[in-house]
């Protein structure tokens, strides 16, 4: 495993990390909490030591189980967590969105509870979850900035959804110089991620990109086909069928990465993001030790070189040479496509 620094901060985290919304919630799968922490425990045995959860994951459940898991071992990795949803006053229904609470006095008191559900004194990485540019003010900001200058927590990030928030979002993060952006990212769906690129050429900024979703949902790692029955509480089995199928005909285009005994799809997906130097770390969601074994061991495999990664985005500027679109684009961007469109990004060629 090979480690790297988030932005300006002394935070290093391990190239590959644990998105820890598989523990302790059913929205990727039911498993008991036993099983959960000995995930946690495994994939530290395999080098991973940036685990990242979020409050309102199974409201609260994620945290405790996190803080349960790292015991023993709290020197040695390093903690992110997320707030800004309201779930302590909201019933949550399916898996919609709750209400978010932006303002100081909450982000105040959910950082306390996150504390304490954590087992800590202090967090290495403090996340908003989901803000919207019209909730972040100078409050807020100067809250942030107190929590690093008093030691309470290492570095800040700025976790984004792409059905909530997201241009305008990591744009004001960058310019803000949080130390890390949370953002889905992947060789399937990179206009954000591009554009993000685009920001830190311009600003200059050391802020970090923290990509997450790297498999396109299960489809760069071969886990959903066309035919996959997907359970009833899996979040894919709503997406449209364009999605499966334009997918793995895209998927189908990117076989030359594969290195026989050397580099699988699932690795080379994730390497692709690792290719980009503000990537700091890449956050799969992992299901089976499996996925972890091979996964971890991506950080240690061939890098991409610069031939296969132009190859690549050949590829992507000609929408893999596939003539349609994988029926996402609703669910792609916030507030209906406004910011894509402000943005000027073509949605057309954004890929599953």
């Known amino acids: 495993m090979n480690y790297r620094t988030l932005g300006t901060s002394d935070v290093e985290v391990s190239e590959i990390g644990f998105g820890a919304w598989v523990v302790g919630s059913d929205w990727w799968g039911d498993r008991s909490d036993e ?5 946690v425990r495994y994939a530290i045995d395999r080098g991973i030591t940036y685990f990242d959860t979020g409050d309102v994951y199974g409201h609260g459940d994620s945290e405790r189980l996190i803080g349960r898991a790292l015991e023993g071992v709290r020197e040695d990795v390093t903690v992110a967590t997320k707030i800004g949803y309201d779930f302590y006053n909201n019933p949550q229904a399916g898996h919609g969105e709750l209400p978010k609470e932006m303002n100081r006095a909450y982000l105040e008191e959910a950082f306390e509870k996150s504390l304490d559900r954590l087992g800590l004194e202090r967090i290495d990485v403090l996340q908003l979850h989901n803000a919207n540019v019209e909730e972040i003010d100078a409050d807020v900001l100067e809250f942030l900035d107190e929590l690093r200058e008093g030691d309470r927590v290492d570095a800040i990030g700025w976790a984004l959804g792409p059905s909530i928030g997201w ?11 949080f130390d890390a952006v949370q953002l889905v990212w992947n060789a399937f769906e990179q206009e954000v991620g591009n554009h993000f690129l685009e920001t830190l050429d311009r600003t200059g900024s050391e802020t970090s990109l923290i990509p997450r979703v790297p498999h396109s949902s299960g489809l760069l790692n071969e886990q959903v086909r066309p035919d996959t029955e997907l359970d009833e509480g899996d979040h894919r089995a709503y997406r449209p069928d364009e999605w499966y199928e334009t997918g793995w005909e895209k998927l189908e285009r990117l076989r030359f990465l594969e290195r026989d005994d050397e580099r699988t799809m699932a690795q080379a997906a994730l390497q692709w993001l690792l290719y980009h130097d503000p990537v700091a770390t890449v956050t799969p969601t ?16 061939p890098a991409l070189s610069d031939d296969e990664y132009g190859r690549v985005q050949e590829l992507y500027a000609g929408n893999f040479g596939i003539d349609g679109d994988d029926g996402m684009d609703a669910l792609r961007s916030s507030v209906g496509g406004k910011d894509i469109d402000s943005a000027e990004l073509d949605k057309e060629s954004a890929g599953s």
């Open 35 to 39: 099983e959960a922490i000995e995930m």
């Open 167 to 177: 241009l305008a979002e990591g744009d004001m993060a960058i310019e803000e110089e």
């Open 286 to 301: 992992f299901r089976t030790r499996a996925d972890i074994d091979e996964w971890a061991a991506a950080s240690d495999v």
